[in-house]
């Protein structure tokens, strides 16, 4: 029996499928994430119905630690929800496709608690630079940290702007 060529629809679905996935996948690296987390949003979101972790696993040639931490780690972002279908034991997950949701749940998962640490820090630099001796290094020092501290305080001041901007 012999396989029909794809048609030209099935080709451009192929090619827009390649080519949203490797875009995302671009982004989550960018962002530090890992390839395979991006691979399973990707899939996600250009999937057409809700998948399986065994679906997924399978589609992407991935293992069991591999897909479960992805899954875990979108989850955490509200990149991805699990959907309930009737009849069916398994969980199945679709992609968060609203924008505003994925940035907000980034900057809450993500940028805050760096933000946060970052006083922590900025504090015990300012200690120690409080112990040096020099005081041209001490000038030096503190002028550094000077800008780090006013760098850290305008991104904490962006967030809340950036929530408020991406309410629906």
Do not use: C, F, N
């Given at each position: 029996?012999?396989?029909?060529?794809?048609?030209?629809?099935?080709?451009?679905v192929a090619e827009l499928n390649h080519e949203?996935?490797?875009?995302?996948?671009?982004i989550a690296q960018l962002l530090g994430y890992q390839r395979s987390m991006?691979?399973?949003?990707?899939l996600l979101y250009v999937s057409t119905q809700p998948l399986s972790m065994?679906?997924?696993r399978s589609e992407l040639r991935m293992s069991m630690g591999s897909a479960?931490?992805?899954?875990?780690?979108l989850r955490g972002l509200k990149a991805v929800k699990t959907v309930y279908i009737p009849g069916q034991r398994k969980d199945f997950y679709e992609a968060e496709t609203f924008i505003r949701n994925l940035v907000r749940g980034f900057l809450k998962e993500e940028v805050s608690p760096i933000l946060e640490?970052?006083?922590?820090?900025?504090?015990h630099l300012q200690a120690l630079n409080k112990r040096l001796d020099d005081p041209d290094?001490?000038?030096h020092y503190g002028n550094r940290i000077t800008q780090i501290q006013n760098l850290n305080t305008a991104a904490a001041k962006l967030i809340p702007l950036l929530n408020r901007f991406l309410k629906p």
């Open positions: 029996m012999a396989v029909s060529p794809p048609t030209a629809a099935e080709t451009t949203i996935r490797d875009l995302i996948v671009r991006g691979e399973i949003y990707a065994d679906q997924i479960s931490q992805g899954l875990k780690t640490s970052g006083k922590d820090r900025i504090h290094l001490q000038e």
